[in-house]
């Protein structure tokens, strides 16, 4: 039985440490932002320095409703005309993952766009 719960443990503190968690929040200035005619929404932060879809306006994009990505164009361009940071949180992807997550309509949908105060 003792043998049984250490194994049991073991097992448990490994999946607990795998990457399952994965999350991120990527942070900095959102010095960019374009609108396609197709609706999608791009910017360009310092967190990845280069061209990011966040969302659609025109449609759901990764799980982004049109109507949320309204509000989130807007704190784009709040981010870039009051020069504050912005906090993108993406669920599916590693911190480490900010600087390098895949560009454009490849990009991973975020859960959530922040604006900081500072």
Not at 59 to 73: A, G, L, Q, R
Not at 92 to 118: F, H, K, V, W
Request: charged residues 10%; contains cysteine; neutral net charge.
């Amino acid at each position: 039985m003792q043998k049984y719960i250490t194994s049991l443990l073991v097992i448990a503190t490994l999946l607990a440490s795998s990457g399952v968690n994965a999350a991120a929040w990527c942070q900095g200035n959102i010095t960019n932002i374009v609108v396609h005619n197709n609706g999608a929404v791009n910017i360009y932060s310092t967190w990845r320095s280069a061209w990011t879809v966040i969302c659609n306006v025109k449609t759901e994009w990764k799980d982004v409703p049109s109507e949320v990505c309204f509000t989130w164009f807007s704190i784009a361009n709040t981010s870039i005309v009051e020069n504050k940071t912005a906090v993108a949180y993406y669920p599916a992807i590693e911190q480490a993952d900010c600087a390098t997550m895949d560009l454009n309509t490849s990009a991973p949908g975020p859960g959530y766009l922040r604006l900081n105060q500072y």
